[in-house]
């Protein structure tokens, strides 16, 4: 009992500390209105892709950066080479997106630094003036070399810090902070083929980025870090992570002859702490490989590089970590299929990354901890508040609402997972990353709909209507009551939805009922305001449970449930013990309409018998008896009376009822 105690205090505690959400760009505005500006340049950035950009798609970026940090004066000097091939009919300018407040020094074509094209900037859109007319189906290759102080972009974050008194440089552009260090068409949907990140730091520097490292060069007292990204990558998940780190590594073995290196990169302080942080993560991997599918990046790596901000950020091959926690690890790690291998089309689908992967939070500790359930985890992640899922409009509100985008959208898939059974859901998991449409590409809130529906076979449209693009939560209240017959007892139950701020929840609900030897489970479609159900048993049922192990996000009360009817037609009674909740005693009434045998007992919420309060024969008349659970934990009881004409003969008349003994 003890282990079984300190391995769930060891789960709380992780799931407490998981609570290092994204970070909240807003942090950074002093008053309301500053934050509106924040929220405001949000929505613009959501929304704002040009007509010209539906025409290009981007295959290449080169960055080339020289980085001058010290404790004077701080810069980036670079040049960015961008190779596009045109979509649309034709184009003979480009539009990219980079932030004004950085300074342009020329924009030439292939690698030819004399020639110059011409641009305006506006709005922190550059508009490139081509050297011709470029075709369907054709290449361009522009260059764009610049410098600047990009800290102070509203956008994202390059941070100029230290830890310990030396440079800490990072960078987070989720969700619209690239363009404030290098020129790209900033959108998510738009991935490149494959980076090349190329980046200058004094001598005592080490820098981790994304992919694979080709190559290391000393030029003096400087040093050139050349990281090769081959897969596929959005511009908001390339990141850079300067500072004298300490190294350590792991390796992921996925077959006979192969494996993959995992790669730490850490404050030197922290070592031995982070060697013993980060010891999960491979079996993290194993995990979520086994159920999601290869993990994606396997021909380069997967790791971890420190950063100062709190939380972490899903960088792809290396995530940054500000945090240690369990579900911190496992949802950046997670991140890695639903966010970057499977990208959300726009930030509109947010939830499409930040759902899937505090679901899987609740999926590894499940994995983990075999006494510990996914509905368990869940318990710590309702969201009861208002707002919907999907982002209409990101006015007045955070676009990383963590009741909404995080917690909420566990939910969502939580219940599918119900909703379709366990191993459809597993199948559509693992089909909607393995599948060539949204592996290494994006997907939309809609195209996931579609493609669930596609390989369930079932209409779903009312599920992810109310739950992704409606509002609240269904609020039930039920009451119950039993009748006898011939072979057993009809269990009548009656459910409301309460709720007056949505519309009506269309939902299956589990039923429980338990009887004295076993329980038995129903499966109920609620859809309207109120709606009865009825069921049979073979035995008296002591009690009766909606949603028992918690598959719904709701609130939920029993009212005015009795396990029998009140008054039986011959006149006997059981009245509801009084005081109730009650602490340590309690009284039982109630009434005989004629001489008989009584056995009246008390059970427990598994309905063994517990006590036998009386079993005699008794006169017609009123009756009181004071039952005390001095003996007895806080919890739910129930009472029982079952009458007799004949002492060995059928009841006559049976009822239960419910008390809480509150300690």
Not at 98 to 113: A, E, K, V
Not at 277 to 291: A, G, L, N
Request: with cysteine; proline share 3%; hydrophobic share 35%.
């Amino acid at each position: 009992m003890k282990t079984y105690i300190l391995l769930y205090l060891l789960i709380i505690v992780n799931i407490i500390q998981a609570q290092e959400p994204k970070i909240d760009l807003s942090f950074r505005y002093e008053n309301s209105k500053q934050k509106q500006k924040h929220y405001q340049l949000l929505k613009k950035c959501i929304d704002e892709v040009t007509e010209n950009q539906t025409k290009y798609d981007v295959k290449y970026y080169s960055l080339d950066l020289d980085i001058i940090s010290n404790s004077k004066f701080q810069k980036i000097i670079g040049t960015t080479k961008i190779i596009g091939k045109v979509t649309g009919e034709s184009i003979n300018y480009v539009e990219l997106n980079f932030w004004n407040g950085m300074t342009i020094n020329n924009i030439y074509i292939d690698d030819s630094p004399t020639t110059h094209l011409d641009y305006t900037w506006y709005n922190d859109i550059v508009k490139i003036n081509l050297d011709s007319t470029y075709l369907n189906q054709t290449e361009f290759e522009i260059n764009i070399s610049y410098n600047g102080l990009p800290q102070n972009c509203p956008y994202g974050i390059f941070d100029f810090n230290t830890h310990l008194n030396e440079p800490m440089i990072s960078t987070l552009n989720e969700p619209f902070g690239a363009r404030g260090w290098f020129p790209c068409k900033d959108i998510p949907s738009d991935k490149a083929d494959s980076v090349d990140i190329r980046v200058t730091v004094s001598n005592n520097l080490v820098v981790a980025s994304n992919g694979l490292l080709r190559d290391t060069i000393i030029n003096g007292t400087t040093t050139t870090y050349w990281w090769h990204e081959q897969y596929p990558i959005s511009t908001y998940l390339i990141s850079l992570a300067i500072h004298p780190y300490a190294q350590f590594s792991d390796w992921y073995v996925y077959g006979d002859n192969d494996s993959m290196e995992v790669q730490y990169y850490v404050f030197p302080d922290k070592l031995n702490d982070r060697k013993a942080k980060y010891s999960k993560t491979v079996e993290m991997i194993e995990f979520f490989s086994s159920i999601f599918g290869q993990y994606p990046f396997v021909e380069e790596k997967y790791g971890h590089a420190e950063f100062l901000w709190g939380g972490g950020m899903e960088h792809q091959t290396l995530t940054s970590l500000g945090g240690t926690s369990e579900s911190l690890i496992a949802h950046e790690l997670a991140h890695q299929w639903w966010g970057d291998a499977v990208t959300c089309n726009s930030f509109h689908d947010l939830w499409l990354n930040e759902g899937f992967a505090s679901y899987s939070e609740a999926l590894w500790f499940e994995y983990a901890y075999p006494s510990y359930s996914a509905s368990d985890y869940q318990l710590y992640s309702e969201y009861f508040g208002s707002g919907k899922i999907y982002i209409y409009d990101v006015d007045n509100e955070n676009l990383f609402h963590g009741g909404l985008r995080y917690d909420k959208a566990s939910w969502v898939l939580h219940m599918l997972r119900h909703v379709v059974g366990d191993d459809m859901f597993f199948n559509i998991l693992k089909q909607y990353y393995t599948t060539s449409k949204f592996q290494y590409k994006s997907a939309t809130t809609n195209e996931f709909i579609d493609f669930c529906k596609e390989i369930s076979q079932m209409n779903l449209d009312k599920f992810f209507q109310q739950w992704i693009f409606g509002e609240y939560y269904p609020d039930y209240s039920y009451s119950w009551y039993n009748t006898k017959v011939d072979n057993g007892y009809n269990v009548n139950l009656t459910i409301n939805q309460d709720h007056d701020n949505t519309g009506l929840f269309w939902m299956p609900i589990d039923v429980k009922i338990t009887t004295s030897s076993n329980h038995s489970y129903f499966v109920v479609m609620d859809s309207v305001k109120n709606q009865n159900f009825q069921f049979f048993v073979n035995e008296i049922p002591i009690n009766l449970e909606l949603d028992p192990d918690n598959w719904i996000l709701k609130k939920i009360r029993e009212i005015d449930s009795s396990i029998a009817e009140e008054k039986n037609a011959d006149g006997y009674y059981l009245y509801q013990n009084y005081p109730n909740p009650f602490n340590p005693s309690t009284i039982i009434q109630y009434e005989l309409p004629v001489d008989c045998y009584v056995e009246l007992t008390i059970h427990n919420l598994i309905g063994e018998k517990i006590s036998n309060l009386i079993y005699e024969h008794q006169k017609a008349g009123n009756y009181k008896y004071k039952w005390n659970g001095d003996n007895f934990a806080s919890g739910v009881y129930f009472y029982k009376i079952m009458t007799k004409s004949i002492e060995y003969g059928e009841p006559d008349y049976l009822q239960i009822k419910k008390m809480l003994l509150i300690k």
